[in-house]
């Protein structure tokens, strides 16, 4: 079994006419066959877009680095009037763009999974929005954890 993106299809497999590109599509497949695929669209956390006016009120640049395609990304980005987008970004693609930014600036990482652990662990500082059994978690310095409806916040000491 198969599952993930259209990377993770064998290159024999022909893609399905009813994918959307303005979604994150993901695929269950055996090596001769599409099983199923999922169509899954990013909802943004109510005060995402007052937090990053916050932040650039205070100067404080943002940009979007993501293994999602490029038309999921650029809506994300113009949804929160961010200028500087990245898709379709692997673990490392994410390392080396933190790397080139870390040698002008601070960094602050926010991921939520463990595509983005390594960076989450290499950034100045960083938080993951995680189950508690999340890789993620394991790599950021402030974790926040949806329970029951209410966030909760760890800040794990260095």
Excluded at 74 to 93: C, F, G, M, R, W
Aim: charged residues 20%.
């Amino acid at each position: 079994m198969l599952f993930g993106n259209i990377d993770i299809l064998p290159p024999h497999l022909s893609l399905p006419n009813n994918t959307q590109e303005d979604k994150i599509t993901l695929f269950l497949a055996t090596n001769n066959e599409i099983l199923a695929l999922f169509s899954l669209q990013d909802r943004l956390k109510m005060d995402a877009k007052q937090t990053l006016e916050l932040f650039k009120q205070h100067n404080i640049s943002s940009s979007i680095i993501s293994g999602d395609n490029a038309i999921n990304t650029q809506n994300v980005a113009h949804l929160l009037d961010i200028t500087e987008s990245y898709s379709k970004a692997l673990p490392e693609d994410k390392m080396q763009l933190l790397k080139e930014k870390s040698k002008q600036h601070k960094i602050l990482m926010v991921g939520d999974g463990a595509n983005d652990a390594p960076a989450l662990a290499y950034a100045n500082a960083s938080m993951a929005f995680a189950s508690s059994f999340d890789i993620a978690s394991q790599s950021a310095d402030i974790i926040n954890y949806m329970s029951m409806g209410f966030l909760r916040s760890q800040t794990l000491e260095s």
